[in-house]
């Protein structure tokens, strides 16, 4: 298990002040952060742009060291033997940096693989068995500057996967990549989780990302924690309000004040809108709807040409937040 405890990470600016002088500014990027990692599990951190989760992920792979707090992986304390956490850890950020771009594939995992003391057939077949795995086969011996984005990220992915670490951090590994490509590599993280039991922290801006692969998520603010949990509690924690939309071809004035009679009895708060395609009918409530709904509709004979019910997902949620912390 990876366990961090009480993370801070202070950054030292200085800025100009006046002619000669340099002011001393301190940012806080990560504040009391504490989280866990199991093997087999993918974690996902939110937060908006500089909440802290780049600062997070660097000091979990030891790249940067915390200004105070704890992190032990499988019993080893990361902050004091940095060395023997590299073997267990590491780091995919989306983009295109830490790829050379002359190299082929081959030499690229091939050099990073030396990195880690892998050498001799040990080290060929690892690179030849990443690069099948991440479907780069046909290209493994084209320099890197002619490939597409999508065929640098899977290589970014092979890249992370050359020391076979128990641990894998994932910053928005998606980012910038076409549907097709970020599925496959959905699909493959996945499988890093729960076929070969890598725990897995995970960033990303794509929220039905988040919520499809995550077992659990931490929300940060200005690097604190805001709010910790699998993404449907946080769903239901956050937004309690269901709504359900339905169109009607035509709703006379008896059937629509026997309908707002009906909903309101059951605290469903209906409003009716007249639009091109017919009459609608916009309901909110606090749980689904939808039974009660269609249990009305049948009573009066309402033929619908539209039913809409919305589930709340994890976007809803985060953009809730975010309102209430404004
Ligand atoms: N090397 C640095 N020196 C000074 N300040 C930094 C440094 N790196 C990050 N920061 C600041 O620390 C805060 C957290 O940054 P961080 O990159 O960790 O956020 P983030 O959540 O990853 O953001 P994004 O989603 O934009 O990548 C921000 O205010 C940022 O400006």
């Known amino acids: 298990m990876l366990e961090a405890k009480h993370l801070h990470k202070s950054y030292?600016?200085?800025?100009?002040?006046?002619?000669?002088?340099?002011?001393?500014?301190?940012?806080?990027?990560?504040?009391?952060?504490?989280?866990?990692?199991?093997?087999?599990?993918?974690?996902?951190?939110?937060?908006?742009?500089?909440?802290?989760?780049?600062?997070?992920?660097?000091?979990?792979?030891?790249?940067?060291?915390?200004?105070s707090g704890t992190i032990s992986i499988d019993g080893i304390n990361a902050v004091k033997q940095p060395e023997l956490i590299k073997r267990r850890v590491n780091m995919i950020a989306g983009g295109e940096r830490m790829l050379y771009w002359r190299l082929s594939a081959r030499e690229n995992l091939m050099y990073f693989g030396r990195l880690y003391g892998l050498n001799g057939n040990t080290l060929k077949q690892r690179c030849r068995a990443l690069i099948d795995k991440v479907g780069l086969t046909e290209f493994a011996d084209r320099p890197v500057e002619r490939y597409s984005k999508g065929m640098k990220q899977r290589l970014q992915i092979a890249r992370g996967l050359i020391n076979d670490p128990d641990y894998l951090f994932l910053d928005e590994p998606t980012l910038g990549l076409d549907a097709p490509v970020a599925r496959q590599l959905r699909v493959l993280v996945k499988s890093l989780a729960k076929e070969k039991n890598k725990g897995i922290l995970l960033t990303s801006h794509y929220l039905e990302e988040v919520e499809e692969l995550c077992d659990h998520v931490s929300i940060i603010e200005k690097g604190h924690l805001l709010?910790?949990?699998?993404?449907?509690?946080?769903?239901?924690?956050?937004?309690?309000?269901?709504?359900?939309?339905?169109?009607?071809?035509?709703?006379?004035?008896?059937?629509?004040?026997?309908?707002?009679?009906?909903?309101?009895?059951?605290?469903?708060?209906?409003?009716?809108?007249?639009?091109?395609?017919?009459?609608?009918?916009?309901?909110?409530?606090?749980?689904?709807?939808?039974?009660?709904?269609?249990?009305?509709?049948?009573?009066?004979n309402l033929q619908l040409i539209r039913f809409d019910a919305k589930k709340p997902n994890l976007e809803d949620a985060i953009i809730r937040l975010t309102e209430v912390h404004d």
């Open 12 to 67: 030292t600016l200085k800025e100009k002040n006046g002619w000669l002088s340099r002011r001393k500014q301190q940012i806080k990027a990560v504040n009391d952060l504490s989280l866990t990692i199991e093997k087999g599990e993918i974690i996902g951190l939110l937060g908006v742009n500089g909440a802290g989760k780049t600062t997070t992920i660097k000091m979990l792979s030891t790249l940067l060291a915390p200004t």
């Open 227 to 300: 709010l910790q949990g699998t993404p449907r509690r946080i769903i239901q924690t956050i937004v309690k309000d269901r709504s359900l939309i339905v169109v009607m071809k035509t709703l006379d004035k008896e059937n629509w004040h026997w309908l707002k009679q009906e909903t309101d009895k059951l605290g469903i708060h209906a409003q009716k809108k007249e639009t091109n395609e017919g009459t609608r009918v916009d309901m909110k409530a606090t749980f689904d709807m939808t039974s009660s709904f269609l249990a009305l509709a049948q009573k009066r």
